[in-house]
């Protein structure tokens, strides 16, 4: 069954209707009146196509389909995009991971903004047809983004890419910046992940602190990404030395800017987000790592009154 059958249906009544009264004036006199054939619709292969779909003939309706982009008449109709779109979408959806359902599914995005293009009113199949398909490349994007490596990360950019570039046409600059920001995330946990395995890395510290400061400058008050901001100057600062005992990642100025950092991040989060435990268990972490015992004291006292469980 076809998820956007309207404009298939639409077609196929037109045709119906146009028999219907063809057989009709025949039948009452008027011999000069030719009978309907498929040959005379402008859709031609359009409609075929639209049919075969409807018996999921997805194979044949794929041969018909590009028989009418290439016919003059049908390659500047709309519809004719959108038939052709559809078609590519739903083979796209039977390949899964086969390797060819990428150039698929990339026939069925530029055939689907083809008929966008041709008829820039809004069409509610047409932009379903392509929300769903942007939905798979930013699915494809979280996914790349959890293995971290150069191919793959370079991947997931220009998958999230191509995501964007539907959504500017279908969805909203808000939709596009929110799934920035979770692709961020995402790709921030598998290098969160081989940081602490690797402390001395910097080329991961890094990009662990430049990614972390593109979200909070998209989305000022994230609480996920200013704790975790935070640990990552710590842990860096602190568990660097244990890494190399005889010769520490970074020197001392260094770590003691690392801890200052943390310690500013932290107290914006526990001004400004909800998990305040998370933030005065951190503080005091940090403060102890510093040489401010007694400061630490104080956050001691407000995780202890907050009810949450201490853990140094």
């Known amino acids: 069954m076809l998820n956007h059958p309207s404009p298939i249906f639409t077609k196929t009544m037109v045709k119906f209707v146009v028999l ?19 040959d005379s619709l402008p859709q031609k292969h359009a409609v075929t196509a639209a049919q075969l779909c409807q018996n999921k003939k997805f194979d044949d309706a ?15 109709d709309p519809y004719t995009w959108y038939i052709r779109g559809y078609i590519y979408k739903e083979l796209y959806k039977l390949e899964g991971k086969a390797e060819q359902s990428a150039n698929l599914r990339e026939t069925a995005v530029m055939s689907l903004l083809k008929s966008h293009e041709l008829s820039p009113t809004s069409d509610q199949n047409n932009d379903a047809a392509l929300s769903y ?62 940081h602490a395995n690797d402390r001395c890395n910097e080329v991961l510290f890094l ?26 100057f710590y842990n860096t600062a602190v568990f660097s030395n244990d890494a190399l005992p005889d010769a520490a990642c970074y020197d001392a100025p260094e770590r003691e800017q690392f801890l200052e950092n943390a310690l500013n991040l932290l107290k914006e ?20 790592a510093s040489n401010r015992a007694e400061e630490a004291t104080v956050y001691d006292e407000k995780l202890k009154g907050s009810g949450a469980a201490k853990d140094k």
Do not use: W
């Open 133 to 194: 398909l942007a939905s798979t490349y930013f699915r494809d994007a979280l996914l790349a983004a959890t293995d971290f490596h150069e191919v793959a990360d370079s991947t997931c950019f220009e998958l999230f890419e191509a995501y964007r570039n539907i959504q500017s046409i279908v969805g909203s600059i808000e939709k596009v910046n929110a799934g920035y920001v979770e692709l961020l995330h995402t790709r921030c946990r598998s290098l969160l992940s081989m």
């Open 269 to 288: 989060m526990e001004s400004n987000c909800d998990d305040k435990p998370s933030a005065y268990r951190a503080l005091a972490n940090v403060l102890r």
């Open 62 to 76: 794929r041969a018909e389909v590009d028989l009418a982009i290439h016919t003059e008449l049908e390659s500047n």
């Open 207 to 232: 990009e662990v602190k430049r990614s972390y400061e593109e979200i909070l400058s998209l989305q000022k008050n994230d609480c996920i990404a200013m704790y975790n901001l935070a640990i990552t």
């Open 20 to 38: 219907v009264l063809s057989i009709f004036l025949s039948t009452a006199g008027y011999a000069h009146v030719s009978i309907y054939s498929l």
